[in-house]
Nanobody
Framework: VQLQASGGGLVQAGDSLRLSCAAS????????MSWFRQAPGKEREFVSA????????FYTDSVKGRFTASRDNAKNTIYLQMNSLKPDDTAVYYC???????????????????WGQGTQVTVSS
């Protein structure tokens, strides 16, 4: 199983970025597919997740209204569209997948079996 995250970069506050996470070895439609982020010196933080088989992602409160997650089953890829970026969004962003999670575990990094390598997002003020 491989999860390949990409799309990060250096942007200014207010700008947008779209992250991608291409999966191989699994079918994203059958897995809980999530985004996490980790800022320097901080713990890994949940950002968004898709339940298996549906297209209704949910988000942590700090990104609601600014970030939009999507999933393309044909390309076996998930995306994270990030708008109105803030310096507090600066972090390494990771995609994660697991087939057997229960809803209460979606925001728990240790519950995921598969991780991408991370992509750096830096937002300057």
């Amino acid at each position: 199983v491989q999860l390949q995250a990409s799309g990060g970069g250096l942007v200014q506050a207010g700008d947008s970025l779209r992250l991608s996470c291409a999966a191989s070895g699994i079918s994203v439609r059958n897995y809980v597919m999530s985004w996490f982020r980790q800022a320097p010196g901080k713990e890994r933080e949940f950002v968004s997740a898709f339940n298996r088989g549906d297209n209704s992602p949910f988000y942590t409160d700090s990104v609601k209204g600014r970030f939009t997650a999507s999933r393309d089953n044909a390309k076996n890829t998930i995306y994270l569209q990030m708008n109105s970026l803030k310096p507090d969004d600066t972090a390494v962003y990771y995609c994660a997948a697991d087939r057997h999670l229960i809803r209460s575990s979606y925001s728990t990094p240790g519950a995921y079996g598969y991780w991408g390598q991370g992509t750096q997002v830096t937002v300057s003020s």
